[in-house]
């Protein structure tokens, strides 16, 4: 178990503070944040590399205050690998490990025995991160902590290898710490979601409840939602809104009947967000898109012309201009669907089209 | 334009020239002149022979005691960040900088008879004026700088996280220091020891305020030009000139062979 209280360092210039989080025994947990954003340096305090300058870091139940990197159990795999050159590969894999035949089987597993003959030098980016991982898996730590580990890894090879370092730390119980860049990474592997900037935790939990529920329009943009608006709540008085399966349920604890204005649309949603100025978020993959209107309970319905298609392989991204109410300003909404979608549609530049999404995919922070 | 080039470029080699020309044709001209019979005069010239022993010995004496305590002031200054780290620097660097018989007297002030410590080490049987004691003392002075800077940044081309790493496999800070820093850092720290010896092997200035007997080398070639003159002190400043070249020559050739920066990663 990884437990963050308050965790501040200090690297130069650069500080790490108040920093909180938990990432239960046995759990995978994902560092995401912006390049400089103190993922690194994260990791490298949690290691005992950076001394703590506060705040309190349980390892396993147990303070890690002034406890030295050789006593922390903790194993660290930075991007590069830094694999120890003056050594085989074989021997930077036992390199901390006491059961040797242990460590063979972690490289085996992991892909990294293939490799044993070669030099530690003539390894490729990708190679160097197979041992790396082999070698902090090899002593068995309590936590391992990865710093980008799997980017040079091509994209079949990193499915595999990601799987498998989970597999091995699930069956091992040990407690994972990630940073990643990759959000489809993020959304995979992590039990816990750490989002970092400029060295302070901006929001910790769920990754699926990241990003659904951005605590912020800076999250929300950080972590690709497309359709962030600026705009207010409103309250209404309804008592029982037609917009959202189980609304007294909610309205009961505490929960408003919404509608929130932005330039010239208005989106009804249901939530505990204060009255007044805010921002909605929608995420694409919620939107949807057709020729005619929906015949479904999405009370978010919006007739408009499509101004961009973006194809990534076998997603499209579709935005809509959707004309304001009363002739109020126009606002984008971005869809994401699969491209045999998009091909189905015949969209195009120009087409008019309805997107809509339900009451529940409009969050609002 | 591209004659411009061509004159820049004729004028670039023929500035580079002279100056080659300047750096290699004395010491040329010295080993062409004396270096066949200062050999042969260390068949025939016992005194010869004795002052390149003793040069020899105390120059590794000098060169192991630079090792052995700069170091880890070379690891300190690198690794770790401290207040008054760059005072430090400075004051370590500062014997590169001054006139070596300065450093002699400086030397003086502190080891000879007259002094707290040279008194205590003399009450303690250990003569350091006018003893080999001495001539490792003003070695040591002033060429242990040139190790430190060196082996700082043999120890700056090892990235930090190599040892970072070595820790987190449960080596403490030694143990990784041992197994990874110094393996990685032995060939620049060798060529710091190299350099090291070469320049205690030339020195003269400090050496001859604290010892002018028994003479080592370069103390034995200026006796010779002052008492015999040119002839003289051509032999025995030709087998110096040798003795200072060939183990620079080796390192060269030795780093040339393996590649520079081959643990950049």
Redesign the interface.
Known sequence: MIEAEALGARVGEFELRDVSFVVPAGKYGVVIGAAGSGKTTLL?TI???IPMKNGVLRLGGRDTTGV???Q?N???V?Q???L???LSVAENVR??ATDFSFADAIAKRIGASDLYAREV?GLSGGERQLV?IA??LA?R?EVL?LDEPFSALDPRRRTLVRREVRRVARELRITVLQVTHDFTEAGLLGDVAVLIDQGRVLQSGPPERLFREPASPYIAEFLGAENVYAGEVRYLEDASPDFVDGATELLARGHHAIEFLTGGLKLYTIGDAPAGDGHAVIRAEEVLISAQPQESSARNQFKGVVSEIATTGALTRVTVEIAGERGGKSAPIVAALTTRSAQELALREGSEVWASFKAMAVHLC | MRQAHRAASVLAAFCGSIFLLFLVAPIVRLIGAGGASGLAHLFTDAELRSALALTALTATSATALAILGGTPVAYLLERREFRGRALLAAVIDLPLLIPHPVAGIALLLVLGRRSLVGGTLLDLGIRVVGSPVGIVCAMLFVSAPLYVSATREAFARVDVRYEAVARSLGDPAWRAFRRVTLPLSSRGMIAAGVVVWARAVSEFGAIVILTYNPKVASVLSYDRFTSYGLDEALPVAAVLAILAFVPLFLLRTLRASRGAAAFVQ
């Open positions: 490298e290691a005992g590399i030295p990197p050789e922390r903790t194993g660290i930075y590069h690998g830094f120890f050159p003056h390199y901390g030098r790396a070698r902090a002593p730590p902590l």
